[in-house]
């Protein structure tokens, strides 16, 4: 069963490109879940495996603030398996091609295995085919293509109750 809601999953930590999209969801009254907590504990885990196999659409991004090895692997395993599991649900996917200065100083071969990993992890996705994974560059794309998904799919669920009343 499909959650209607928009999961923020993607770079956590420190990061705020979360803020954005909560702010303008909340204007929209649309439903959306926030796994990044300031203190996440194991328990959460649950929750978050939920909503990741659930929900109706998926917000990944992978952006510049960390080597993001987590989330390149978790986009290689949960997101392509739930892809493949259920193709009513979309996925958006931004993987930043770039590195902050400071992370290419700090560790410069984690920053190349890094930066390696993203070109991979982006062009396997670009070649998948699926029609409902949507591979953008920029977080304004991502915020474009949500909102553009959550509302056919408000349209598709009121057409549907058309559809049930007849049978």
Known sequence: MNINCIGLFGTCGSSTWRDGFMKTYKSKKIKFFNPNVSDWKPELAVIEAKHLSSDQIILFPITNETYATGSLA???FSILNAIKLD???DFIIMVSQELKPEL???NPLAAKESLRARALVKEHLKKLGFSNLFVVDTLEE??????TLWNSHQIRKKVKQYSIKKN
């Open 142 to 147: 991502m915020m474009e293509v949500s909102l």
């Open 74 to 76: 978790e986009t290689g």
């Open 104 to 106: 290419m100083e700090s």
């Open 87 to 89: 193709d009513r649900r």
